[in-house]
């Protein structure tokens, strides 16, 4: 049974950083690909950042590159999404997903097999 489980979400100042977490268990990850995503209050989720647990290759939207980086610990089977310079449109609930067979990095929700049940980040101006 895998789990993925989120945690590290709050409530900061526009400027400011957060640093989610992800702890995956239930199987072995790595062929895995790792993704973030997020939802705003009335709208879908859509993609954050991915992670290749095999090879570290990243993939971000447009919309956080520069700013979050995402990043694996293979000895934790954990997880990160740094989070810098947050801005009010941040605002959403932060979802962590797993894509067990993964080709390339994949940015569209479906392709992802297993979700955790997300982290609400609240960015205020």
């Known amino acids: 049974q895998v789990q993925l489980v989120e945690s590290g979400g709050g409530l900061v100042q526009a400027g400011g950083s957060l640093r989610l977490s992800c702890a995956a268990s239930g199987r072995t990850f790595s062929s895995y690909v790792m993704g973030w995503f997020r939802r705003a209050p009335g709208k879908a989720r859509v993609f954050v950042a991915a992670?290749?647990?095999?090879?570290?290759?990243?993939q971000y939207a447009d919309t956080v590159k520069g700013r979050f980086t995402v990043s694996r610990d293979s000895a934790k089977n954990t997880v990160y999404l740094q989070m810098n310079s947050l801005k009010p449109e941040d605002t959403a609930v932060y979802y962590c997903?797993?894509?067990?067979?993964?080709?390339?990095?994949?940015?569209?929700?479906?392709?992802?097999?297993?979700w955790g049940q997300g982290t609400q980040v609240t960015v205020s101006s």
């Open positions: 997903a797993a894509d067990r067979n993964p080709a390339g990095i994949p940015t569209l929700t479906f392709l992802y097999d297993y």
């Open positions: 992670v290749s647990w095999s090879s570290g290759r990243t």
